[in-house]
């Protein structure tokens, strides 16, 4: 038994409208050929606004790789221990309590990792254990907590902190003129989680009944990174998008063997956004009535794809809506390999 | 209860010594005023040999992260699965028998994790769980054993497979003029391995009883990367070599609890080499017969420092030697943080 609490999600201080977003774009690359079409693909994203750890104006010329890393690290310490700190008081714990810590992170590289300065900044004990997650890009959330159960499953004291941060902006490649890097550099947003998986039941929250990890064979070019001078390249392939019929069939049967029901008749859904095409094929291919994944399409329009925080976004929403006792739901998400994490679990309030 | 298997591990082709590599120094900065005190402070490793995923004279030029990614990756998937395939027949298992795959490697960066390509590659199970590890540097071997002894604990079904994997040559930056980037280039060298931890006993090998994760606290500086534009530069800080004695007593902590014996009294240890100081220290601290390090000592001279992967082959030398049947042993790894990860056991002939 394990509970998911109340997460802290932190937004760095710059904002960008999509109108904004296609205006830079336009001044940029004013004479693509192909910008009509990204434009139109940009406004049927549903992303309304993003958040960036340094204005447009500055992420529109590519400083370099190590200029980058620098404001990586920069922000990534300066944000992760103040939300480390609203989640733990938001499980009724303090940071001494914490026996792992996990960072979730896909949008830059520190080692140490920065679960060193976690544990340092708020005095951890010397015994955490500690599990960075770099490669997993959108799926390291549901991951992290997957992980974090397993962890929990053993000791009642195996309490667990994970902390997710993505600076997309920060992968913004303002001289990549495909057509995919038009759409990503719309898509994706910046954000800061923290979240405590408690190894008990002793909090409000999500208490997760079980998990199930997903691989979909021959793959690996859906969602890739290439890693070249100038830093990370995201690419996606459109196949993706025919993943969720994959996937949907194994979320039923966890579904039937904890709750004996299908998904569509669960109460409430935390999905990773993915992008708008992804909520309308789960929509779709689970049969699920729209208001259901409601708060993933509300975290999309007003934060983007916060890849890895995306799922804490979504459960914080959760938390705000006041859900009942004993509700039924289920947690997933989806990234590169292609992978997806799911978890079932019943809501305690 | 779980065991530590028969690891494989392969090196590439390209074989370079320590007199080639100092000849090649001087060849690229002959002139370098501290190049004298590199050499001989180069001698002092105890380093004879070390392998390399590319000839000396095409490393030497430096052709860009863009490059040296596409490198990496070719690299890293003609090894691993012949490593992970070996590894498996050593353990009695098939790729269908592992629920979870770790792969560590601090030398390159892919996304899609090489998971993917492993599961792949072996046709493993759609079910099996992914855990990249890339932000733990030389510790993370030791830290995948110790997370797959947690995840074996849960089920007597739940093996993993560890894949470890560094090309450290291709983080060798043949500009760097610092005294400890001469030293690095002449310490760290290239190596894969794979290993099954078995979530029970039926298999020779080292039978895990105990485990513990060590932080020391405001010691982030003693081993980083910087991440630049020609990819990770290693620093490190000569004040790790005082780390040994702060962890020593942990190590000592955690065999008093299982064996009720100081360490000097165990059989065996399986230690990451570090360098020959660290060594040394381990030696000094934990009052160590000169004899029980012989295989880090072999293997650091053989192969260098070779990171994540150094454990495994250590362990490797540990099954050559026909280790008798109830030995009692310790697996030690160090790297960034400053982070130790142990585990305590016990030998099954």
């Known amino acids: 038994m394990s509970t998911l609490c109340q997460p802290s999600v932190l937004f760095p201080q710059y904002k960008i409208t999509q109108a904004q977003m296609i205006e830079h774009l336009e001044e940029l690359h004013g004479d693509h050929p192909r910008l009509p079409l990204a434009r139109r693909m940009i406004q049927n994203t549903e992303v309304n606004t993003r958040h960036l750890v340094l204005p447009i104006d500055e992420l529109s010329v590519h400083t370099g790789l190590t200029h980058r890393s620098i404001v990586y690290e920069r922000e990534a310490r300066a944000m992760s221990s103040q939300a480390a700190l609203e989640a733990l008081d938001s499980a009724g714990l303090t940071p001494q309590d914490i026996r792992m810590v996990i960072v979730t992170s896909c949008t830059g590289f520190m080692m140490p990792s920065l679960t060193a300065h976690l544990i340092n900044d708020l005095n951890m004990a010397q015994s955490t254990i500690q599990l960075p997650i770099a490669q997993l890009g959108c799926v390291a959330g549901a991951a992290a907590i997957n992980r974090a159960n397993d962890f929990a499953s053993l000791d009642s004291r195996n309490h667990v902190l994970i902390v997710s941060l993505e600076f997309s902006s ?44 997903f691989f979909l064979p021959n793959s690996e070019h859906f969602i890739r990174y290439d890693v070249k001078d100038t830093g990370f390249h995201f690419t996606l392939d459109k196949a993706v998008m025919n993943s969720i019929k994959d996937v949907a069939p194994v979320m039923e049967e966890l579904n039937q063997k904890v709750y004996n029901q299908q998904c569509a008749f669960n109460d409430f859904f935390v999905f990773h956004t993915g992008g708008r095409k992804i909520l309308d094929e789960l929509v ?25 925080v995306v799922v804490f976004d979504v459960l914080r929403r959760r938390f705000a809506a006041n859900t009942e006792e004993g509700s039924i739901g289920m947690l997933a998400a989806f990234g590169p390999g292609f992978t997806a994490e799911m978890a079932v679990g019943q809501w305690a309030a």
Chains 1, 2 share one sequence.
């Open 170 to 213: 920060l992968c913004y490649q303002p001289d990549d003129t495909k057509l995919h890097a038009f759409i990503s550099s719309a898509l994706f947003g910046d954000a800061v989680s923290a979240c405590v998986v408690r190894a008990d039941d002793e909090a409000a929250g999500f208490h997760i009944k079980g998990t199930r990890s």
């Open 284 to 308: 779709n291919k689970l049969e699920l009535p729209e208001d259901k994944v409601a708060h993933s399409r509300t975290s999309l329009s007003e934060a983007g794809n916060i890849a890895s």
